[in-house]
RNA sequence: GCUCCCAUCGUCUAGCGGUCUAGGACGUCGCCCUCUCACGGCGAAAACAGGGGUUCGAGUCCCCUUGGGAGCGCCA
């Protein structure tokens, strides 16, 4: 009554883990965690000339950080191949399967020839019946599992519900191909079953596939686990998911200073909603998910929106922990080495806590984090952009040498007797702060935007401040 | 071509026959806050693909059309 879910992410390594899959493989978790079941990982590497051990490191790393966990250690299909065969002698056996001696050419023709008469392509069943006696000796045969003819095969889906595919339309599929290699199809079952998978959660590019591996189950005598096949994810076009907009994969994500909470967050609400409910922490989804809350229709990938969402995880997370966050992904980001190096040798890692609280307000990313805080590591005399110089006029230039003389005396350094500094000099040379305060910005960060210009010089230090404003004042 | 699936604002979605003059979020556009940019606050524009049924009543159920998508390998 009560029996253990488990659920299976089963990638095949020749890429890397691709946001759908990544996706699949949350679903797959969630379902798991919020049931008290188990994820396994099983790594479908039967096509050895495409699997890659560099694949399949990718995808470890790639679930590992995106912070999804699998029990038990990943099992590798390609080493349960006995196993496969074993089933299959069992079919044979049984009078469920069948040796077929067609060749790759008459397999061809015969798909030419369905075309050319606007049937579907499907094996014409040649060696379904006959004897043993005719089997040619100088090659070996496939096994191909003896489908049903007539009929219909059904999937009862948990999120398609109940989906009917005409026997006639699904062919005698090969299980064992003639070099003695099990085929995928095959291997899904056999691993699912002796898994112990109670749900199949992919997908529905294998919507058809739940078809005929239903019927490789029947002939083996085995129940069906549960399935959920879950809509695909497509670029923001419409189309399918291509490497301009989001088919990448989840290292890329982290190199564009994504958090992984945030892209868990982001890809749970694309087919899943629990009413309306956007922002929420993995253990409200674990406590929410529910497979029938899994929509039917695909959806697209909005890179605007995740940004959003990892800008609010961004702003919410503490500055010692977005610190730790930011550190441990240096690595990974555009620049980050030659950043880190540069904040190490400057000794501006204080200064750049300091900034923290203002810079994570305006970023969305850590790579937008990494480019607001660039101010602080580069090096005198600043490098003014064009927006910035244009604030530099020569009233400007006066204004901050005047500026340079007050700030000397302040002491101690702090944004509030900055304020009050720069407040009293404007409202006494009769300008508006802003006339002040945004040259004062371009001489310290040599933009026109960045964090409060006054938390901005208590973050470069006194000595450090006073140079740069010196460096563009008039005479100073 | 055949089989299967899908269809609410530009996007992600809420909606599970009446409470829908259709709600939220992102994005967009105004306004406010303001030293800039953000953040935040307020507000606006923005959708039930079309057509038939069923029903007292349809965004919600059925059918068709149209439009998307997926699958049709000795790939996975």
């Avoid at 969630?30 to 694949?55: Q, Y």
């Avoid at 674990?286 to 697209?300: L, Q």
């Avoid at 540069?342 to 750049?352: D, I, K, N, P, V």
């Amino acid at each position: 009554m009560s029996e253990t879910v488990v659920t299976r992410f089963a990638p095949s390594p020749t890429g890397f883990l691709h946001i759908g899959g990544a996706r699949t493989a949350l679903f797959n978790w969630l379902f798991a965690k919020s049931l008290g079941g188990k994820m396994l990982l099983r790594i479908e590497d039967t096509d050895r000339a495409r699997s890659t051990e560099a694949a399949i490191a990718a995808i470890l790393d790639g679930l590992t950080w995106l912070g999804l966990d699998w029990d038990g250690e990943p099992v590798f299909q390609f080493a349960r191949a006995a196993r496969h065969r074993e089933a299959v002698e069992q079919m044979l056996a049984d009078g469920r399967a069948y040796r077929c001696y067609a060749t790759a050419q008459e397999l061809e023709e015969m798909r030419a020839a369905a075309q050319a008469e606007g049937r579907p392509p499907r094996y014409d069943g040649r060696w379904r019946d006959r004897p043993a006696s005719e089997a040619p000796a100088d090659r070996p045969p496939a096994i191909r599992l003896r489908a049903p003819t007539e009929g219909e095969t059904v999937v009862e889906d948990l999120v398609q519900g109940r989906v009917v595919i005409p026997n006639k339309d699904l062919d005698d599929l090969v299980l064992l191909r003639s070099d003695g290699t099990p085929t995928y199809m095959l291997a899904v079952v056999v691993d699912d079953h002796d898994m112990g998978v109670t749900h199949v959660i992919r997908g529905v590019d294998h919507l058809t596939n739940a078809a005929r591996q239903t019927q490789i189950y029947a002939a083996l005598g085995w129940p069906v686990p549960k399935m959920a096949h879950i809509p695909l994810i497509h670029g923001p076009d419409g189309a399918k998911l291509s490497k301009r907009h989001g088919a990448l994969g989840a290292e890329a994500y982290r190199e564009m200073g994504f958090l992984p909470e945030a892209l868990r967050n982001y890809l749970a609400r694309l087919g899943w909603s629990h009413g309306d409910d956007e922002i929420f922490s993995t253990a409200q989804a674990i406590e929410w998910f529910d497979i029938a809350d899994v929509g039917r229709s695909a959806a697209r990938f909005d890179m605007a929106k995740l940004s959003n969402l990892n800008g609010h995880y961004m702003r919410a997370t503490p500055d010692d922990e977005l610190l730790a966050a930011f550190r441990a992904s240096l690595p990974y980001l555009p620049g980050g080495p030659e950043a880190a190096a540069r904040l190490e040798a400057t000794g501006r890692w204080s200064a750049f806590e300091g900034a923290l609280p203002g810079l994570k307000e305006r970023a969305k990313t850590l790579v937008e984090l990494l480019d607001g805080a660039r101010f602080l590591t580069d090096a005198r005399p600043l490098a003014i952009e064009p927006a910035a110089a244009a604030l530099l006029t020569p009233e400007a230039r006066a204004l901050l040498a005047s500026l340079h003389g007050r700030l000397t005396t302040l002491e101690p350094w702090s944004a509030t007797g900055a304020e009050e500094i720069v407040r009293t000099l404007a409202e006494e040379a009769g300008v508006k702060l802003g006339a002040l305060a945004q040259p004062l910005r371009a001489a310290l960060t040599g933009r026109k935007t960045s964090p409060g210009i006054f938390d901005v010089l208590v973050a470069l230090g006194k000595e450090e401040s006073l140079a740069r404003i010196a460096d563009q004042a008039t005479g100073a």
